[in-house]
């Protein structure tokens, strides 16, 4: 299966020389990342050069680099070692230190799913948003139509917005709804809540009244197996 892969990726490079930068991946995909100044050329190469055919586009999505690398999850009652920690250990001072994003003010970066039912393969590409504030990308709706609630989607969610997109509209969420709740900043328990006012009679908004909570895994650290007493003793 890598082969295929490997295949695959001399036929990206092959069409795409200098403008696609492969990104690691695991060894049964490949996926790449493109500028966003290039990304309707690319496109348009990856659906139609026919070594490629990528004529389906499978999903649209947004990765939220705020975070990344740079903190533990917060927390005030668990240690900072145990299962799936957040943050990468600091390094020795003579190594490296690794960026805290794919690059420096990417907080961003679209994700599409592309699929060649023409040649049976798959790729996945990556495209960074230059402007944190104001992330936006071209739309891919005129080369693959799937991409117009995928990217009505990943607007409402995420905030980004796709230029020259005919309908950029939520999708989700409410019509008055305020800020893009998969962004790593977005509350867990919301901003609003909404209940049914029987004297208005009419549903209402009211600050949301869900005590805020810490999701830290339930990790076992020390219980009763780890007591030196019970530990077997060798055999004489």
Not at 2 to 23: C, D, N
Request: glycine content about 4%.
């Amino acid at each position: 299966m890598s082969e295929h892969i490997e295949a695959l990726a001399r036929h990206v490079e092959a069409q795409l020389p200098g403008r696609a930068t492969r990104v690691p991946a695991l060894a049964t995909e490949l996926t790449i990342e493109v500028a966003a100044a290039t990304l309707l050329d690319v496109a348009r190469i990856l659906r139609d050069a026919p070594e490629l055919k990528f004529e389906t586009l499978i999903d649209v999505t947004v990765v939220d680099y705020s975070q990344f690398r740079l903190e533990q999850w917060a927390t005030h009652s668990a240690s900072g070692t145990g299962f799936s920690r957040g943050r990468i250990p600091p390094v020795a001072a003579e190594e490296p230190t690794p960026p805290p994003r794919p690059a420096a003010g990417a907080r961003f970066a679209v994700v599409y799913h592309l699929l060649s039912v023409s040649n049976n393969q798959r790729i996945r590409v990556r495209v960074k948003c230059e402007d944190e504030e104001e992330p936006v990308v071209d739309s891919v709706v005129e080369i693959w139509a799937s991409a117009n609630w995928f990217e009505r989607e990943a607007f409402d969610l995420f905030g980004v917005f796709f230029r020259d997109h005919p309908d950029l509209r939520r999708i989700l969420t409410d019509y008055g709804f305020v800020g893009h709740p998969f962004r790593k900043d977005f509350p867990l328990i919301g901003n609003v809540e909404v209940r049914y006012d029987e004297t208005l009679k009419r549903v209402v908004y009211q600050p949301v009244s869900i005590e805020p909570r810490v999701l830290v895994p339930r990790v076992i650290r020390d219980d009763n197996r780890y007591n030196p007493a019970l530990k077997d003793t060798p055999a004489k």
